[in-house]
């Protein structure tokens, strides 16, 4: 059973750094890829990020790159979202999400379709205040 659990989440003010983690049980993050997504209140989710390791590929959204930068640990099996420069448009719960078809992870590194994974942790809020 794949278990996803998000932890980091937090209230900061514009310009400051949250660091959020993932952590996969079930599930290899050094095999699989694991993407970021968030959902603002009153708006739909939205893909911020991805890591996939089988191809050395890392996508960004355009509105955080340069700002956001993942990372991992496969000793923990845990990825990282490094957010700085926090805006206080960041707001939002962020999701961890890994899927179940190893095809999603090789369908292209920009490909960011939340129907596509099936794998979902809990959430973690981030608070930008400005």
């Known amino acids: 059973q794949v278990q996803l659990v998000e932890s980091g989440g937090g209230s900061v003010q514009a310009g400051g750094s949250l660091r959020l983690s993932c952590a996969a049980s079930?599930?290899?993050?050094?095999?699989?890829?694991v993407a970021w997504f968030r959902q603002a209140p009153g708006k739909e989710r939205e893909g911020v990020a991805r890591?996939?390791?089988?191809?050395?590929?890392?996508y960004y959204a355009e509105f955080v790159k340069g700002r956001f930068t993942l990372s991992q640990d496969n000793a923990k099996n845990t990825v990282y979202l490094q957010m700085n420069s926090l805006k206080p448009e960041d707001t939002a719960i962020y999701y961890c999400?890994?899927?179940?078809?190893?095809?999603?992870?090789?369908?292209?590194?920009?490909?960011?379709?939340?129907?596509?994974?099936?794998?979902w942790g809990q959430g973690t809020q981030v608070t930008v205040s400005s």
């Open positions: 999400a890994a899927p179940r078809f190893q095809w999603v992870c090789g369908a292209g590194a920009s490909r960011l379709f939340s129907r596509e994974y099936s794998y």
């Open positions: 079930g599930y290899s993050f050094s095999s699989g890829c």
């Open positions: 890591i996939y390791p089988g191809d050395s590929s890392t």
